[in-house]
Structure formats: structure tokens, C-alpha cells
């Protein structure tokens, strides 16, 4: 049921029974400034069957109608809806696509870089590994190997917690909502992350809304592993900021990030003397915090 304030209502006598068709309206401002959500809900006796949002932040500057007046038109056509075929509204209509009931893990490692056998998927196999030792679940996810599409901003998200776009991102946010420990896996490129890590990065936005619209909140603390192929700190300038950036955003506590360079001219990492010990470590130091919890 909405708990927002109720701005227009009507009940509708059919075949099938009494319908109440409902339209209220949310501030989500604590959300993002000047946010309205406007939901519309269609009640067959007391059982909701089916619900239609749109939120302000939808509709684009300069737009022909405002959400407002889009919502008002929808409330509109599903009363007549209603009246021609009241059938259609006698069972609940589900719209979007939830989350997977599995796929569950205590460490959750997105491996950033297109190479599977590179640099980076063996720093993540390695935490990989730590977590086995510690006898915990962890999950590596291949981004290159998953249809990820790119945000688009589209905000519908804000409305009920679901993005509408239909690919293998959900499973990346189950993981990601139930983990107690997130770990990023990347190579830089130009100077940040993949591409495709960045779209997941992006898509993340929508663990953002649950948090906010549904209060699912992620209790997970973050580690950032980076390469890249010059030496020197300068090549992490903007990646560990990046990484950071996205940790925050949904709540994650960055722990701090292990970093390595000059892989051009030494090309495996397990050629950097104690790399994969640092990068063990690091992940043991994190592991450990989590069972002091």
C-alpha cells in the first residue's frame, strides 16, 4: 500500500467486482533535491493487482508534459482500461523483474579487465583463494564476460527499486547487497577503470535506490586492487578515486587499495617480488575484521 498523500481516488463498479484506482504522491526530496514520485495503484476489492510510478527526475528539462500531468493522463486511461476489461485487472500484474533468490556470498570480487587469464584475474583469484582458506563463499564475476548494459539514467529506479533494463546485472546486485566484503579488480585504462567496469559502476546506482526507496542497505566493507602498466603512483591518480567514489556511493567502507605498476616492463605480476602476499594480506586483514564483528 502507498503511504504517500493520496491526490485523486475512484472506484469503479464492474462484472468482476469493485475497483479502486488510487494516485499519490511522494516527496523523495532527501533523495535528490525537488524529487516527486507519483504512484498510481489499482485495487480489486482490498488486494492491490497493479501499480504504475513515475517520478519527476524521469521526464527531461523542457519535456512536453511534467510528470505530474503524465501521471494524471495515466490515471485516466487505466480507469477506462478498467471499465472495458475489468478481467484483465482481476489478478496482480508484475511488471518487474525481481532480484535472483540465489547467489549469495560473503566475498563478492568484480574482475574488471577484459583479459581473464591477465594481471588482475590473478589478484582476484588469489583473494579468491584467501576466502576458501578462511572458509567463506566468494564469487568472481568476469564483467567481460556478462551482458552489462550501460546506465541510462533513466531514474525509474527511484520508484519502486527495479531498473527495467533486462540483462545479467541483477545478479551482480544480489551478490553485492548481501556481501560483507566487496573487492575490485581492475587494470587502469587511460588513466581509469574498463569500460565495462565503469557501466557496472553506473548500474550500481540502482543499489543506491533500493537503499534509499526500499532500505536495503549493503553492510560490506571494499578493497580496491589495481595494475597498470607504468610505473609510479601517477597511473592510480584517478582509479582509486573512481573506486572510492562507487564504494561510497552505496554505503561500502573502502579499506584502502593495493596498488602495482611497471607491468609493462615486468608483464606478470607474479614477478613482483611479494605481490600476491600483499595482496593476501590485505584480504586476510579485511576477513579478519569481519569475524570480529
Known amino acids: 500500500m502507498n503511504e504517500g498523500a493520496v491526490e485523486k481516488t475512484v472506484e469503479i463498479e464492474t462484472p468482476e467486482g469493485t475497483f479502486t484506482i488510487r494516485l499519490s504522491t511522494d516527496d523523495l526530496g532527501f533523495v535528490y533535491p525537488d524529487m516527486l514520485r507519483y504512484t498510481i495503484e489499482i485495487l480489486h476489492g482490498a488486494r492491490p493487482v497493479y501499480t504504475y510510478a513515475i517520478n519527476s527526475y524521469e521526464v527531461p528539462p523542457g519535456s512536453l508534459f511534467e510528470a505530474g500531468r503524465v501521471a494524471g493522463i495515466v490515471f485516466a486511461r487505466l480507469a477506462d482500461d478498467v471499465r472495458s476489461r475489468p478481467e484483465i485487472y482481476t489478478r496482480k500484474r508484475v511488471l518487474v523483474r525481481p532480484l535472483p533468490d540465489r547467489g549469495v556470498y560473503d566475498l563478492v570480487i568484480l574482475q574488471g579487465s577484459p583479459r ?134 552505496l554505503g561500502i567502507q573502502p579499506a584502502g587499495a593495493v596498488l602495482f605498476g611497471g607491468l609493462d616492463r615486468i608483464r606478470d605480476i607474479r614477478r613482483i617480488e611479494g605481490a600476491e602476499g600483499e595482496v593476501r594480506s590485505a584480504l586476510r586483514a579485511l576477513l579478519g575484521s569481519m569475524a570480529e564483528r
Not at 117 to 140: H, P
Not at 146 to 168: A, F, K, L, S, T
Not at 200 to 215: N, P, S, Y
Open 116 to 249: 581473464k587469464f591477465g594481471n588482475s584475474a590473478l589478484a582476484a583469484s588469489w583473494c579468491d583463494d584467501e576466502a576458501g582458506r578462511a572458509g567463506l563463499s566468494s564469487r568472481i564475476f568476469y564483467i567481460h564476460e556478462m551482458e552489462i548494459r550501460p546506465c541510462i539514467g533513466c531514474y525509474v529506479c527511484y520508484n519502486d527499486g527495479h531498473c527495467p533494463i533486462d540483462d545479467d546485472m541483477p545478479r551482480i546486485i544480489r551478490a553485492i547487497e548481501s556481501a560483507s566484503l566487496v573487492v575490485v579488480c581492475t587494470p587502469v585504462y587511460t588513466n581509469t577503470v574498463p569500460a565495462g567496469l565503469k557501466a557496472v559502476m553506473d548500474r550500481c546506482q540502482w543499489l543506491h535506490a533500493r537503499e534509499k526507496i526500499l532500505g536495503k542497505e549493503v553492510h560490506a566493507r571494499g578493497l580496491a586492487i589495481a595494475v597498470a602498466g607504468q610505473e609510479g603512483m601517477e597511473p592510480f591518480a584517478c582509479v582509486t578515486p573512481v573506486v572510492d567514489a562507487f564504494m561510497k556511493n
